[in-house]
Each structure stands twice: as C-alpha cells, then as structure tokens.
Nanobody
C-alpha cells in the first residue's frame, strides 16, 4: 500500500511563497509520474501540475504557469510544489497524487488517471 503525506501548507500574504512537499512510501516511487491537485472551497478538485518519472518533463494548468514549479527527488521519494507570487484565488487544499500507470510516458491532468492520494495540506492566501 502506498502512502503519500503532504506538508508545507499554511497562511501567507498575497505575493508570498510556499513550498509543499509530498513524501511517498515504498520503493517504486521513481517508476510513476506524480501530480498535484487542489480543491478550493465550494469547487471540485482540479489539476495543478504533473511531473514525469525522471523529472525532466513537467505540465501545468494555465493559471499557475510561471508562478508554480513542480520538482521531485527520487532518492528521497519526495515531490515538491514551489509556489511563488501567490494569489487569494490559490487558496485551497492541495493534494499530491501518484499516476496509476507504472513506466508511463504521458502526463495526465484527469483525476481518474491517479490512484493514490495524500490527505491534503491547506494553503490560505490572504489579500
């Protein structure tokens, strides 16, 4: 059973930065692409970013492009989300997720392409 544990959320002023971390259990971390999603109050969970197995390829939703950076350290079984120039509309619970396909070559933005999820970490951006 894979466990994903997010950390690094908190309260920050608009324009500030946060770095989220997601630590994964198990020995197969590097064989799966990883993603970050978020759920704002009253909204459905939405895609934020994804990263390939090696970390060489990344993919972002338009609203965070240029502000957020996804990265991973396979030696530490950890994926990160660096969030800069935060806006109040970035307020949400942020979740990391593992792609359902081992050795996949496509980065996915649909929730049903991921089969393991963390418990989420709250990010609140004040104006």
């Amino acid at each position: 059973q894979v466990q994903l544990v997010e950390s690094g959320g908190g309260l920050v002023q608009a324009g500030g930065s946060l770095r989220l971390s997601c630590a994964a259990s198990g020995r197969t971390f590097s064989t799966y692409a990883m993603g970050w999603f978020r759920r704002a109050p009253g909204k459905e969970r939405e895609f934020v970013a994804a990263i390939s197995r090696s970390g060489s390829t990344t993919y972002y939703t338009d609203s965070v492009t240029g502000r957020f950076t996804i990265s991973r350290d396979n030696a530490k079984n950890t994926v990160y989300l660096q969030m800069n120039s935060l806006k109040p509309e970035d307020t949400a619970v942020y979740y990391c997720a593992r792609d359902s396909l081992a050795y996949g070559t496509t980065l996915h933005r649909l929730r049903n392409e991921y089969n393991y999820w963390g418990q989420g970490t709250q990010v609140t951006v004040s104006s």
